[in-house]
């Protein structure tokens, strides 16, 4: 007769101690509670890199348009002392309508888009919803900034990357809201949004430094680099 199959021998001690306090602790939460763990640092992730790859415009208006005239003489010799440096179409006195454009561009869209993205939500897959939000808004996050590499200064260009990039920043909030409220209960969903909601917070301090990085030197990377970043993490 065959022998009955004992159970697996727990590790030695010698073996648990050498296991990280952080994986002993995981290993000694119930399931549900290490899955409601991962969704709400996943989900703090996904809208920090929103929030980060929202912010690169603010940071790089200044550099569209700046003050020329305290940046020495001008090397094309002409009249315009206080603009030679700055970014065409914004290098006129009508800058501020412009920038007014891009960012009115932006928030209308996305206020457009909130009306249709929790439709769409509730029909797709919600991982996938998400995640190929995530990767169209670093495409067009991207794309504004490659305007400054591939040497682009039409105005439409821009607008219509706004457009595009406002329409599609709106998979993140009834998303990850949906992931949060599907794993915690309405006793503790209080004190967990309280904490959770800091992801604003921390993707625009983060979205500023790094966009500042680069905002004097190729102001295009400002933009590339927050845009690889949400679409890396909307891949995880």
């Given at each position: 007769?065959?022998?009955?199959?004992?159970?697996?021998?727990?590790?030695?001690?010698?073996?648990r101690?050498?296991?990280?306090?952080?994986?002993?602790?995981?290993?000694?939460l119930?399931?549900?509670?290490?899955?409601?763990?991962?969704?709400?640092?996943l989900?703090?992730?996904?809208?920090?890199?929103?929030?980060?790859?929202r912010?690169?415009?603010?940071i790089?208006?200044?550099?569209?348009?700046?003050?020329?005239?305290?940046?020495?003489?001008?090397?094309?010799?002409?009249?315009?002392?206080?603009?030679?440096?700055?970014?065409?179409?914004f290098?006129?006195?009508?800058?501020?309508?412009?920038?007014?454009?891009?960012?009115?561009?932006?928030?209308?869209?996305?206020?457009?888009?909130?009306?249709?993205?929790?439709?769409f939500?509730?029909?797709?897959p919600?991982?996938?919803?998400?995640?190929?939000?995530?990767?169209?808004?670093?495409?067009?996050?991207?794309?504004?900034?490659?305007?400054?590499?591939?040497?682009?200064?039409?105005?439409?260009y821009?607008?219509?990357?706004?457009?595009?990039?406002?329409?599609?920043?709106?998979?993140?909030?009834?998303?990850?809201?949906?992931?949060v409220?599907?794993?915690?209960?309405?006793?503790?969903?209080?004190?967990?949004?309280?904490?959770?909601?800091?992801?604003?917070?921390?993707?625009?301090?983060?979205?500023?430094?790094?966009?500042?990085?680069?905002?004097?030197?190729?102001?295009?990377?400002?933009?590339?680099?927050?845009g690889?970043?949400?679409?890396?993490?909307?891949?995880?």
């Amino acid at each position: 007769h065959d022998e009955p199959t004992r159970p697996a021998a727990p590790p030695p001690p010698a073996m648990r101690a050498a296991l990280a306090p952080g994986v002993r602790l995981l290993r000694a939460l119930p399931r549900d509670s290490r899955y409601r763990g991962l969704t709400l640092v996943l989900t703090f992730l996904c809208y920090t890199s929103y929030h980060l790859s929202r912010k690169p415009i603010s940071i790089v208006k200044s550099q569209l348009h700046p003050n020329c005239s305290a940046l020495g003489p001008n090397p094309h010799n002409d009249s315009n002392s206080s603009t030679w440096c700055s970014w065409a179409p914004f290098d006129g006195d009508n800058y501020k309508e412009l920038f007014g454009a891009l960012d009115n561009a932006f928030l209308v869209a996305y206020a457009i888009g909130m009306f249709i993205s929790g439709i769409f939500g509730e029909r797709l897959p919600l991982r996938y919803y998400l995640s190929g939000g995530m990767v169209l808004s670093g495409l067009f996050t991207a794309l504004f900034g490659l305007g400054y590499f591939w040497d682009i200064h039409v105005l439409w260009y821009f607008i219509i990357v706004q457009v595009c990039n406002g329409l599609v920043q709106t998979t993140g909030w009834p998303s990850v809201v949906a992931c949060v409220g599907n794993w915690f209960g309405k006793g503790k969903r209080g004190l967990i949004m309280g904490i959770w909601n800091s992801h604003t917070s921390v993707g625009n301090i983060l979205g500023s430094l790094i966009a500042g990085v680069w905002v004097s030197s190729a102001w295009g990377l400002s933009f590339v680099v927050p845009g690889i970043i949400i679409a890396a993490v909307g891949i995880l």
